[in-house]
């Protein structure tokens, strides 16, 4: 079946009926390792694996994978698995999880949904799979050379080495190329064989006995023993990477050849002659009656109905609502008025109080309690299971969250520094925020990632600590993300953060500013004017819900994070010379409730967005465009942004960013230019950051 698919998937694509071709032929061995384990062990599957479903298939009644199949390749709004947004692996009965087409970006969650088992045996709860489960990743021999496959192989050993419980059998499929790149002969065993906390075995997929040998003793050694498995299974690849490519321009004759010599429908075919199943007649009948089906099946499948307009295509991109598991609170609140990280660190501990399947995972966060701070104690109150000190790889974190929330918890991630996310962003665009689109609201891996970030920091400087450039995860659909101003907003933004996890299923990331964790004072040393009272465990700031201070009415400061604590300092100067403003704090970056915006500045003369991020790519652009939009005049619209530069080291660290200085200058310069001018020129003179834009 698997075989007749692949061949009439290229039939349809020639029609214009099928969209996507790159299949499973020579793969289908996997179907013996399908065979060896339950149904209800999740599945991550490499993209030639439709032998695998199939056969799963089998073992659950009610199932037509054939008929679910041809519907996905032909993108039908009725494919069960993804609604007809893309060709995917994926049965939510047979618990195999839909995976994109992003090289090895499936690795690290199965990583994390391995390790989930024994964390909820530690809860005493209960997942989406159950706690005996062991997970299943397969990929390719290609594959395996990424970064993100050896990120998540060496997280793997790393933990089993550890005696970490690691349920988990990693099943390369090894056809000996990587669409015309051949892999080197002997690479995988010998990378493999002695990789440390791996059991290796291999097994010959062209022979099913064979590798049912070798899968059922994975399947005992990762299921009894808590260890990870490192199935080898050579096979061949036929018909070449995908329809369109044609192998013939990089592969001999006599190599194709020999690869078709070792069909595993021939080698299989021959196994059935000689252990007396089928007959040569009976196997060539079975072959054309399977082919007669697929075919008429087929013809049914391209008349359904396909995805008509844009919000039946996004209609899956935000995950569907569950029951909220927050516990009742039942402590009390600490009111003593204290910096961000200090109210970060109740807020944390409330939560994990309130929500018993919250995980914290991150780097340094457990025994040192975060480089600022901010989770301390709390490894010594909820134990190193809920508060993991992980390895340090950063796609091997997020791939662990996501694996973690697929499997019913929700993760809580720290990312150290914001530039340390972009070597393992796709782990959020590629995978996190993809999962509930492409099996259209079926499986979600709902999780909340805080992460270091913004410029402005003292004495730890440079770039890699001061990177103020979120475009990447501004244009993610469906990521929310969130940046606090003040400690009180911090505990709204989090709590709200976790809330949106737990009962939204949404993946929702935090920046928060470094420069803003232990700031106490606001405009002179002492006055404490920057701590805040914990607003207790209720307190949550809505997705779009703005913050606005005063009511002035000549100039309206539009910004966020460390931008409102420049603006009410440049505030004070401005009040002083008698300029009437106010100051709206957007709080969330993404989801902006542009119409909220609109009303809270469509009364004042002169709109100023101040942003600590680039020029190109940043918020600002986004809502000066919204404002235009709805009807407001350009000459009342102006920016002051960072360069588009990276941030250097030392006394220099600030000059590409926007200054209270320039504020003045420019907020001087918009509300009152003739009264204004000269301090107003005095004052640009002197300013060397930020850049004002009409």
Same mark, same amino acid.
């Given at each position: 079946?698997?075989?007749?698919?692949?061949?009439?998937?290229?039939?349809?694509?020639?029609?214009?009926?099928?969209?996507?071709? %790159?299949?499973?032929?020579?793969?289908?061995?996997?179907?013996?390792?399908?065979?060896?384990?339950?149904?209800?062990?999740?599945?991550?599957?490499?993209?030639?694996?439709?032998?695998?479903?199939?056969?799963?298939?089998?073992?659950?009644?009610?199932?037509?994978?054939?008929?679910?199949?041809?519907?996905?390749?032909?993108?039908?709004?009725? +494919?069960?698995?993804?609604? @007809?947004?893309?060709?995917?692996?994926?049965?939510?009965?047979?618990?195999?999880?839909?995976?994109?087409?992003?090289?090895?970006?499936?690795?690290?969650?199965?990583?994390?949904?391995?390790?989930?088992?024994?964390?909820?045996?530690?809860?005493? @709860?209960?997942?989406?799979?159950?706690?005996?489960?062991?997970?299943?990743?397969?990929?390719?021999?290609?594959?395996?050379?990424?970064?993100?496959?050896?990120?998540?192989?060496?997280?793997?050993?790393?933990?089993?080495?550890?005696?970490?419980?690691?349920?988990?059998?990693?099943?390369?499929?090894?056809?000996? $190329?990587?669409?015309?790149?051949?892999?080197?002969?002997?690479?995988?065993?010998?990378?493999?064989?002695?990789?440390?906390?791996?059991?290796?075995?291999?097994?010959?997929?062209?022979?099913?006995?064979?590798?049912?040998?070798?899968?059922?003793?994975?399947?005992?050694?990762?299921?009894?023993?808590?260890?990870?498995?490192?199935?080898?299974?050579?096979?061949?690849?036929?018909?070449?990477?995908?329809?369109?490519?044609?192998?013939?321009?990089?592969?001999?004759?006599?190599? %194709?050849?020999?690869?078709?010599?070792?069909?595993?429908?021939?080698?299989?075919? @021959?196994?059935?002659?000689?252990?007396?199943?089928?007959?040569?007649?009976?196997?060539?009948?079975?072959?054309?009656?399977?082919?007669?089906?697929?075919?008429?099946?087929?013809?049914?499948?391209?008349?359904?109905?396909?995805?008509?307009?844009?919000?039946?295509?996004?209609?899956? %991109?935000?995950?569907?609502?569950?029951?909220?598991?927050?516990?009742?609170?039942?402590?009390?609140?600490?009111?003593?008025?204290?910096?961000?990280?200090?109210?970060?660190? &109740?807020?944390?501990?409330?939560?994990?109080?309130?929500?018993?399947?919250?995980?914290?995972?991150?780097?340094?966060?457990?025994?040192?309690?975060?480089?600022?701070?901010?989770?301390?104690?709390?490894?010594?109150?909820?134990?190193?299971?809920?508060?993991?000190?992980?390895?340090?790889?950063?796609?091997?974190?997020?791939?662990?969250?996501?694996?973690?929330? &697929?499997?019913?918890?929700?993760?809580?991630?720290?990312?150290?520094?914001?530039?340390?996310?972009?070597?393992?962003?796709?782990?959020?665009?590629?995978?996190?925020?993809?999962?509930?689109?492409?099996?259209?609201? &079926?499986?979600?891996?709902?999780?909340?990632?805080?992460?270091?970030?913004?410029?402005?920091?003292?004495?730890?400087?440079?770039?890699?600590?001061?990177?103020?450039?979120?475009?990447?995860?501004?244009?993610?659909?469906?990521?929310?993300?969130?940046?606090?101003?003040?400690?009180?907003?911090?505990?709204?933004?989090?709590?709200?953060?976790?809330?949106?996890?737990?009962?939204? &299923?949404?993946?929702?990331?935090?920046?928060?500013?470094?420069?803003?964790?232990?700031?106490?004072?606001?405009?002179?040393?002492?006055?404490?004017?920057?701590?805040?009272?914990?607003?207790?465990?209720?307190?949550?700031?809505?997705?779009?819900?703005?913050?606005?201070?005063?009511?002035?009415?000549?100039?309206? $400061?539009?910004?966020?994070?460390?931008?409102?604590?420049?603006?009410?300092?440049?505030?004070?100067?401005?009040?002083?010379?008698?300029?009437?403003?106010?100051?709206? +704090?957007?709080?969330?970056?993404?989801?902006?409730?542009?119409?909220?915006?609109?009303?809270?500045?469509?009364?004042?003369?002169?709109?100023?967005?101040?942003?600590?991020?680039?020029?190109?790519?940043?918020?600002?652009?986004?809502?000066?465009?919204?404002?235009?939009?709805?009807?407001?005049?350009?000459?009342?619209?102006?920016?002051?942004?960072?360069?588009?530069?990276?941030?250097?080291?030392?006394?220099?660290?600030?000059?590409?960013?926007?200054?209270?200085?320039? %504020?003045?200058?420019?907020?001087?310069?918009?509300?009152?230019? @003739?009264?204004?001018?000269?301090?107003?020129?005095?004052?640009?003179?002197?300013?060397?950051?930020?850049?004002?834009?009409?």
């Amino acid at each position: 079946m698997s075989r007749h698919l692949d061949l009439h998937a290229r039939r349809l694509q020639a029609r214009g009926e099928a969209f996507y071709t %790159i299949g499973s032929a020579g793969h289908e061995g996997n179907a013996a390792i399908a065979r060896a384990f339950r149904a209800t062990d999740p599945a991550f599957l490499h993209y030639r694996d439709a032998a695998f479903l199939i056969q799963r298939s089998r073992a659950v009644p009610g199932q037509t994978p054939l008929w679910d199949l041809l519907l996905s390749f032909a993108a039908s709004a009725e +494919d069960p698995i993804s609604g @007809g947004r893309h060709k995917v692996l994926g049965s939510k009965a047979l618990h195999i999880p839909p995976q994109t087409s992003t090289i090895a970006s499936h690795l690290p969650k199965a990583v994390g949904a391995a390790y989930s088992f024994g964390l909820w045996r530690r809860l005493g @709860g209960a997942g989406e799979w159950p706690a005996d489960s062991v997970a299943i990743c397969s990929f390719g021999d290609a594959s395996f050379n990424h970064s993100t496959a050896q990120g998540a192989l060496n997280a793997a050993g790393w933990a089993a080495y550890q005696g970490a419980p690691m349920p988990l059998v990693m099943v390369c499929e090894d056809n000996g $190329i990587g669409i015309s790149t051949p892999t080197p002969d002997g690479w995988i065993e010998a990378s493999m064989r002695s990789r440390p906390g791996f059991h290796y075995l291999a097994c010959d997929g062209l022979d099913l006995l064979d590798t049912w040998r070798a899968a059922r003793e994975a399947e005992r050694i990762a299921r009894c023993r808590k260890q990870p498995v490192f199935l080898h299974m050579r096979c061949v690849r036929l018909y070449g990477h995908a329809g369109s490519d044609a192998q013939q321009a990089y592969m001999t004759p006599a190599r %194709i050849k020999a690869d078709e010599a070792r069909d595993p429908l021939l080698v299989t075919a @021959g196994l059935l002659q000689r252990h007396g199943v089928l007959d040569t007649a009976a196997i060539e009948a079975l072959y054309r009656s399977v082919a007669e089906r697929v075919a008429h099946v087929a013809e049914e499948a391209i008349r359904r109905p396909k995805l008509e307009g844009a919000s039946e295509v996004m209609a899956s %991109i935000v995950p569907p609502s569950r029951p909220g598991r927050a516990r009742p609170w039942q402590g009390e609140v600490d009111a003593t008025p204290a910096p961000m990280a200090k109210l970060l660190n &109740q807020a944390l501990q409330r939560s994990m109080t309130r929500y018993p399947h919250l995980v914290m995972a991150g780097e340094d966060i457990g025994r040192k309690g975060g480089v600022y701070g901010v989770t301390q104690r709390l490894q010594a109150q909820f134990g190193p299971h809920r508060v993991i000190d992980t390895l340090l790889d950063e796609q091997s974190i997020l791939g662990l969250g996501i694996g973690l929330g &697929q499997n019913g918890l929700v993760p809580i991630l720290e990312i150290q520094f914001l530039a340390y996310l972009h070597n393992a962003e796709d782990q959020l665009r590629g995978e996190a925020a993809t999962l509930s689109f492409f099996s259209n609201g &079926q499986y979600t891996n709902p999780m909340v990632v805080r992460i270091a970030g913004l410029g402005y920091q003292k004495g730890f400087g440079g770039h890699f600590h001061n990177d103020n450039a979120i475009a990447v995860l501004r244009d993610i659909p469906g990521l929310l993300v969130a940046c606090p101003s003040n400690a009180a907003d911090a505990v709204g933004l989090l709590q709200e953060a976790v809330r949106l996890a737990d009962e939204e &299923q949404r993946v929702v990331v935090m920046i928060e500013p470094i420069a803003l964790y232990h700031t106490r004072d606001l405009l002179e040393e002492g006055d404490q004017r920057w701590c805040f009272a914990d607003p207790g465990p209720e307190h949550r700031l809505a997705v779009g819900e703005l913050g606005v201070w005063g009511e002035g009415r000549e100039l309206a $400061i539009v910004t966020y994070g460390n931008g409102v604590y420049l603006s009410r300092q440049a505030a004070a100067r401005l009040e002083a010379d008698g300029v009437a403003l106010r100051i709206v +704090d957007l709080r969330w970056l993404t989801a902006i409730d542009h119409d909220a915006v609109h009303r809270r500045v469509a009364d004042c003369a002169q709109i100023l967005v101040v942003d600590e991020c680039r020029r190109s790519g940043s918020p600002s652009e986004e809502l000066i465009a919204g404002l235009v939009e709805r009807g407001m005049a350009s000459d009342r619209l102006h920016r002051l942004t960072a360069e588009d530069s990276f941030i250097p080291l030392g006394r220099a660290a600030t000059v590409t960013l926007p200054s209270v200085e320039a %504020i003045v200058a420019q907020g001087r310069r918009l509300v009152a230019p @003739g009264l204004h001018g000269e301090v107003a020129a005095k004052a640009v003179g002197k300013v060397t950051a930020g850049s004002g834009e009409a």
